[in-house]
């Protein structure tokens, strides 16, 4: 009876002259028959490769899969058994998306692979960093970059490395470094930098073809106003009353061991931020010149924005009162040297709030009040030629009668001999 069972199958090629074939197969199970399936086979000359067999239950469903089979192969060739059959329904669920936006497949799959599958895409975040560091660091060590951008970099770009520890640089979105900043709870201004940072971090990665593009690029104009705040600080920055310049400089005046004279005057007539009166020399002051200047070079300057600024009268007295006038203007042999010397020279003067860059803005706001030419205070200042910065920071700090009283603080009579330098 088997036997007979057996030969009542039916096996029939389909479609007809095609060479696939499907066979009718017995369904059993511990010995139980329950019924027949459909068994197809595509040989090997058709798919190019192995045979390929298919089972179904339906001999319609059979009979429909081997025409499909069979059509898509006189029009494709061996190419369309490289497609399996979810692979061809993804394609057409999608392919009428693409051509509403006059977008061709090619195309979709040529920026898919170049925006998600980047070359160096296994690199971390932490790897990015650490070779970008390391470049920092030869440039620090040649002198193309200074120590202090240097560290700052380091230690702003290492903790965002430690928060994002194992993640694939061309994984990481917006939206998770948004998250990580706000998680922070730090200010606008901290914010800002360590954009800046990030942003450096992902431009260098996307250099390096490590990632397509910088995830900060999907930041929209509202979420770095959520982080940093509208455009300009919205905090006017301190200035010293004429009254406390005066006692400052009495008391840098009174501490000759502090060796501070210099650096004081430098910047509260002349505008000279901290990091550049660290690295100024005497021989840059051209005291003896007409008019009498200081000259903030290249390797000096912030941004490369070298400038002269020109040193103004009651400042030359001041200045005529340092009686070692070679070498560094302020001395710092180490790493807070400067500092240290600056906070004994506070608490001489009896200052016990003490707001950052109050002598560099001190300049700015009394020197604007004084000439009214926003373009030259901004000079001066090293700003962009743009005057939108010295706007927003010193226009309403100060009268012109505040700066008169500012710009005519001299040395205390009897406070030594005053050379002329001029």
């Known amino acids: 009876m088997a036997r007979k069972a057996q030969s009542a199958l039916k096996s029939w090629e389909y479609p ?44 319609a469903d059979a009979e429909e899969w081997a025409d499909k089979t069979f059509l898509g192969y006189r029009k494709q060739g061996e190419d369309f058994f490289v497609v399996t059959d979810e692979e061809r329904r993804e394609v057409a669920a999608n392919l009428p998306f693409l051509r509403q936006h006059g977008i061709s497949l090619g195309e979709a799959v040529r920026f898919a692979v170049k925006h998600l599958r980047p070359e160096g895409r296994s690199k971390t975040v932490q790897q990015v960093i650490e070779e970008l560091v390391a470049s920092k660091g030869q440039r620090c060590e040649r002198g193309d970059l200074r120590e202090r951008s240097y560290r700052d970099f380091r230690h702003r770009a290492e903790k965002f490395a430690l928060a994002f520890k194992g993640r694939i640089a061309s994984e990481v979105t917006a939206e998770e470094i948004k998250t990580w900043l706000n998680g922070r709870k730090v200010g606008p201004r901290s914010n800002k930098n360590y954009l800046a940072v990030i942003g450096e971090v992902f431009k260098f990665a996307a250099q390096k073809r490590y990632v397509a593009l910088s995830p900060l690029d999907e930041l929209t104009d509202i979420d770095r106003k959520e982080l940093c705040g509208g455009g300009a600080d919205t905090k006017e920055p301190s200035i010293l009353t004429p009254a406390q310049a005066e006692h400052l400089l009495n008391a840098a005046l009174e501490r000759p061991e502090l060796g501070l004279l210099g650096a004081v005057t430098l910047a509260l007539f002349c505008g000279l931020r901290t990091e550049e009166l660290k690295r100024l020399e005497w021989e840059q002051v051209h005291l003896s010149e007409t008019p009498p200047i200081v000259t903030i070079g290249a390797k000096i300057a912030k941004k490369r924005r070298i400038r002269h600024v020109e040193i103004p009268a009651n400042a030359l007295r001041w200045l005529s009162l340092v009686t070692n006038r070679k ?9 807070n040297d400067y500092q240290k010397r600056f906070k004994k020279l506070l608490i001489a003067a009896n200052f016990t709030r003490w707001e950052s860059n109050a002598m560099r803005h001190s300049f700015g706001s009394y020197h604007y009040a004084l000439h009214g030419n926003p373009l030259e205070t901004s000079r001066l200042l090293g700003h962009k030629a743009s005057d939108q910065v010295l706007f927003d920071h010193y226009r309403a700090l100060a009268t012109k009668k505040q700066a008169e009283e500012y710009f005519a603080i001299t040395p205390p009579a009897g406070s030594g001999k005053i050379v002329e330098c001029a």
């Open 327 to 335: 070498g560094p203007v302020a001395r710092n042999d180490h790493f």
């Open 16 to 59: 007809k002259k095609s060479g696939i074939h499907i066979r009718e197969i017995l369904n059993a199970t511990s010995g139980n028959r329950f019924g027949a399936s459909y068994l197809v086979t595509v040989p090997a000359r058709i798919t190019g490769k192995l045979r390929r067999r298919k089972q179904f239950a339906d001999r």
